[in-house]
């Protein structure tokens, strides 16, 4: 008996010794990642409609808890069937942070042709059940001293992420905190009321907001920020967090470039990563041969049509759905972030300019 308890020790030890090996650690590593993909359910206790576009939902584990995220990280969500049997998947910034979530909670917009977004306004209702994958990504806040200042800028529904942010920041009694937040109309500016009243109560925390439509609703300010906006909230040592579309981050980022602000210093994340809606061309993928006029991307085109396609990020970052043109041309979004090689393109962020052909 005592022999077979030492050899049980011994392996116990080996074992030990394994994890704490380089090896061990990446097999950890990989068990964890497997883990965390694997989708989990969540019941969505609440459901909140903002307007005619924007809704908000609360979800919460079926039968567990929720896992401590950080602030700016995202859900992906697995939505309806494609005819190819994979759900659609798409990520969305959880709203809100607390140290010990009792629930997550999503703030989404429904997009003209968002299988996704236009699946979850249409059907889903408080008490169903959604398949979520856990929390994860990159865009957090930069690990800064404590009384350094954090501008933030946002442009409609891309505020999600940076009010979970504004939540962290209140909670560890940080520097100054300053909110630039846009939108075309009155309705994109969610949470407007709650920013209001958080600059009211909070001392460090400085909110503008702005209009770049009409909106006779609006007695605010309109027109655009300007990175001569921006800087008025900066010691010499902001840091500025981003989440908006290209156009605006690489506007307002190329000013503060300008007037000194480093690169290093400057944060962002892109909502939108296509480079517009598809016009009116045909994708021939082997004997097929698809219009994809209105579509966000050609991936989505290629989804709705049952043509098999790999992807992960849907943001032109990892390369997964990598594909090659026998023939046409395509013009990426600015999401591009990995290295392609001549006739490779990505239909995550790729829309056509012409009539394509898709080598099989």
């Known amino acids: 008996m005592l022999s077979l308890l030492l050899a049980l020790c011994g392996l116990a030890l080996l074992a030990i010794l394994f ?37 908000s939902l609360h979800l919460t584990p079926v039968g567990g808890k929720c896992r401590p ?8 969500v697995l939505g309806p069937l494609l005819p190819a049997g994979n759900h659609a998947e798409r990520r969305y910034s959880l709203d809100r942070w607390d140290a010990s979530p009792g629930e997550y909670g999503l703030t989404i917009k429904k997009e003209p042709m968002g299988r996704v977004s236009g699946w979850l306004h249409e059907t889903i209702r408080e008490g169903d059940e959604l398949q979520c994958r856990l929390p994860e ?19 409609g529904v891309g505020i999600t992420p940076l009010r979970s942010m504004i939540h962290a920041l209140r909670a560890r009694a940080s520097g100054p905190v300053t909110l630039f937040f846009t939108a075309r109309s009155l309705p994109g500016l969610i949470f407007h009321e709650e920013f209001e009243t958080l600059a009211r109560e909070w001392t460090s925390f400085r909110y503008h907001a702005r209009l770049t439509g009409q909106d006779d609703m ?38 503060l470039r300008d007037k000194g602000v480093p690169r290093s210093r400057i944060h962002y994340e892109l909502f939108a990563t296509s480079a517009g809606l598809c016009g ?19 991936l989505a085109a290629m989804e709705t049509h049952a043509i098999p396609a790999v992807s992960d990020c849907r943001a032109g970052h990892c390369g997964l759905c990598r594909r090659h043109l ?11 972030a990995c290295s392609l090689r001549p006739g490779e393109f990505l239909p995550c962020i790729a829309v056509p300019t012409s009539d394509i052909r898709i080598a099989a």
């Open 326 to 336: 026998a023939s046409g041309s395509v013009e990426h979004g600015p999401g591009l």
């Open 69 to 76: 995220f950080i602030a700016g990280q995202y859900l992906t």
């Open 19 to 55: 994890w704490l090996t380089d090896a061990g650690r990446r097999a950890l590593r990989r068990r964890w990642d497997a883990w965390r993909q694997r989708p989990h359910l969540f019941r969505v206790t609440r459901r909140i409609d903002h307007d005619e576009t924007h809704f």
């Open 137 to 155: 990504g990159d865009f957090v806040l930069p690990e800064i001293g404590d009384n350094a200042p954090i501008v933030l800028i946002a442009a």
């Open 218 to 255: 609006w007695e605010g300010n309109t027109g655009r920020f300007s990175a001569a906006d921006l800087v008025t909230a900066d010691n010499g040592r902001a840091h500025y967090l981003f989440c908006a579309s290209h156009a605006m981050i690489e506007d307002l980022s190329q000013g």
């Open 280 to 298: 009116n061309f045909t994708m021939t993928v082997g004997e097929a041969e698809i219009p994809v006029e209105g579509y966000p991307s050609l």
